[in-house]
């Protein structure tokens, strides 16, 4: 990251600016820092001036305490003034959850589009399995048990053990377990679990809500949900892709849809 700003409460933030065109800022997920959607910039770079930046409390971006989502929502508007104070967002999974809570706030955001935020309204059991995950996770961190913490947020994604053991051999998990702390984060963006639906009714800008057609059928119906509750919602599938989507099949989605 090449450029810094900084938050209303006073955290500095790392952004990085690359293209042309209509300004997009890119928000990741969970165990991810901007970095994670820099291929993803460069595809849609010869469209639109595409904004990574490093969420706060993680990458080379600082974190204030206490956490609150309304500071990342902040964090949003200090990006957007740094970059022209209008840019469309653009969220995956968990930062797709913030894109759409700063939409709800009233920032100045032309469009916004999101990839498979997982609200579990559809998945049996969905809000137990928050609940149940945010107590052990909160416990985990609470203790400093970076790995555990790591280790609760792959079974949540449905990682088998044998794989979750080999990520922990991996050169990988020491990064992993930097950015573990982040994972409280993402976890108070997603609240409850469940669709938002009275703010998300309060959404006024166009919403792109994309879901992959190999992902499992309760994500899909989670994008579709998002599509159906804001009030200018498009929903569209990409065929074949999972919620590790390619860069190259998203990108010209979102481009196409951020430049119209």
């Known amino acids: 990251m090449d450029k810094k700003t900084t938050s209303r409460d006073g955290t500095p933030l790392a952004y990085q600016v690359t293209?042309?065109?209509?300004?997009?800022?890119?928000?990741?997920?969970?165990m991810s820092t901007g970095g994670t959607l820099a291929p993803l910039a460069q595809r849609i770079a010869d469209r639109c001036t595409a904004v990574v930046y490093d969420r706060r409390g993680r990458g080379e971006s600082a974190d204030t305490k206490p956490y609150a989502v309304e500071r990342e929502v902040e964090d949003l508007a200090a990006l957007m003034d740094a970059v022209g104070g209008e840019a469309a967002l653009f969220g995956v999974s968990s930062g797709g959850a913030l894109v759409l809570l700063a939409a709800a706030s009233g920032l100045p955001i032309r469009r916004a589009a999101v990839y498979e935020v997982p609200y579990a309204d559809a998945l049996e059991g969905g809000a137990e399995r928050e609940a149940v995950y945010k107590e052990n996770l909160n416990r985990a961190l609470a203790e400093g048990r970076r790995g555990?913490?790591?280790?609760?947020?792959?079974?949540?994604?449905?990682?088998?053990?044998?794989?979750?053991?080999?990520?922990?051999?991996?050169?990988m998990w020491a990064g992993m377990e930097a950015v573990a702390p982040s994972l409280a984060h993402d976890d108070a963006v997603m609240g409850d679990g469940l669709l938002p639906r009275e703010r998300l009714a309060?959404?006024?800008?166009?919403?792109?809500?994309?879901?992959?057609?190999?992902?499992?059928?309760?994500?899909?119906?989670?994008?579709?949900?998002?599509?159906?509750?804001?009030?200018?919602?498009?929903?569209?599938?990409?065929?074949?892709?999972?919620?590790m989507v390619e860069p190259d099949v998203l990108g010209p989605v979102l481009a196409e849809f951020f430049v119209s």
């Open 19 to 30: 293209g042309q065109g209509p300004t997009v800022i890119l928000v990741s997920g969970a």
């Open 148 to 171: 555990d913490a790591v280790e609760l947020f792959l079974r949540l994604t449905g990682l088998g053990e044998e794989v979750i053991r080999g990520a922990r051999q991996s050169p």
């Open 202 to 243: 309060s959404v006024s800008v166009p919403v792109l809500s994309v879901a992959g057609g190999a992902s499992p059928e309760w994500m899909r119906e989670a994008s579709r949900a998002v599509a159906k509750t804001v009030p200018r919602g498009t929903y569209r599938v990409l065929e074949g892709q999972t919620h």
